[in-house]
Nanobody, 125 residues
Framework: QVHLVESGGGLVQPGDSLRISCAAS????????VSWFRQPPGKEREFVAG????????FFADSVKGRFTISRDTAENTVSLQMENLKPEDTAVYFC??????????????????WGQGTQVTVSS
C-alpha cells in the first residue's frame, strides 16, 4: 500500500509561481505512472499533468501546457509540480495519484489506485 501526501499549496497572486510536491511512503513510485489532478470549487476532478513509470514521458492538460512542469526525485521518492504564471482559474485542490494506466487512460482518475488527500492552491489578487 502506497501512501501519498501532498504539500506546498497556498495562496498566490496571478502571475506567481508555486511548487507542490507529492511524497510516497510505504512504497515507492517505481513502476507507477504518477499524475496530478485538480478539483476546482464546484467542479469535477480533472487531469493536470503526469509522468510515466520511468519518467521518459510527461503529459499535460492543454490548459497548463507551457506553464506547468512535472519532475521526479527518486532519491527523495517525490514527484513535484512546478506551476508558473498562475491564473485564477488554476484555483483548486490538487491531488497526486499513482497507478498503472494504459496510455489512453492516463487522464482518467478511475485508472489510478493511490491518492493523496490534496493540497489547496488559491490564485487571487
Amino acid at each position: 500500500q502506497v501512501h501519498l501526501v501532498e504539500s506546498g499549496g497556498g495562496l498566490v497572486q496571478p502571475g506567481d509561481s508555486l511548487r507542490i510536491s507529492c511524497a510516497a511512503s510505504g512504497g515507492t513510485f517505481n513502476g507507477y505512472t504518477v499524475s496530478w489532478f485538480r478539483q476546482p470549487p464546484g467542479k469535477e476532478r480533472e487531469f493536470v499533468a503526469g509522468t510515466n513509470w520511468n519518467y521518459r514521458y510527461t503529459f499535460f492538460a492543454d490548459s497548463v501546457k507551457g506553464r506547468f512542469t512535472i519532475s521526479r526525485d527518486t532519491a527523495e521518492n517525490t514527484v513535484s509540480l512546478q506551476m508558473e504564471n498562475l491564473k485564477p482559474e488554476d484555483t483548486a485542490v490538487y491531488f497526486c495519484a499513482a497507478g498503472r494506466p494504459i496510455v489512453s487512460e492516463r487522464p482518467m482518475a478511475r485508472a489510478y489506485y493511490y491518492w493523496g488527500q490534496g493540497t489547496q492552491v488559491t490564485v487571487s489578487s
